[in-house]
């Protein structure tokens, strides 16, 4: 009995933070909207502190999730990054504006755009949507890469090109032209490994 009681508690929790983060989760779009149609009227940092907010409350409040992140300390502000991280998960883009204070954007498969919440969160801090069919796309994504670090915006870009879903989640091959803006820039490149994000789905 008694573990049928902590086994009903335990799932309980679970249901608690289902219903909990659906609830915020749900309203996310309706406080979204003044920076979606009127995009202009904001600044990067403006929107990407709003963005870094709510992804906060989603790793805070609805997931309970602690990230461990070593090496953090080694990024300086006054430098511009090229964030080159492996992908397990649709939580990393999150994860990783979880942890930069600094306007971060992305470079994110065209797709992207069309889901509910991360799409939108792409949409407001100016993310690179990219259409992998299109090489004409690929050559205007490095050229917007580029003007994104000359102008001091950190980016992002996950170099495999898709999530790993290999059981043991190792790392694919990434595509050289990923590195192709650091290189007409001279920016720092950061590898970033993510570890077990896709436990957390």
Known sequence: ILKM???????????????????KILVYP???????????????????????GKVNEVFNDILKVKLDVT???KLKDDETYLFVPNHQSMLDPLSLIYLFDKPTIFVSKKEVYKMP?????????DSIF?????????????RKCREYLLNKTNVVIFAEGTRSKNKEVTIADY???????????GCKVVPVVIDKSYIIL
Do not use: Q
Request: one cysteine or more; proline letters at 1%; glycine letters at 8%.
């Open 5 to 23: 009681v902590m086994f009903m508690i335990h799932i309980g929790k679970y249901f608690g933070y289902i219903f909990n983060g659906a609830g």
């Open 30 to 52: 309706h406080h979204a909207k003044k920076y979606i149609k009127n995009k202009d009227e904001y600044t990067l940092d403006e929107r990407y502190k709003f963005v870094k």
């Open 71 to 73: 090496g953090l300390e």
């Open 117 to 125: 919440v991360v799409g939108k969160i792409d949409y407001i801090i």
């Open 130 to 142: 990219l259409d992998r069919e299109n090489p004409r796309d690929a050559l205007n994504m490095v």
């Open 175 to 185: 595509k050289a032209g990923s590195f192709k803006c650091a290189y007409d820039t």
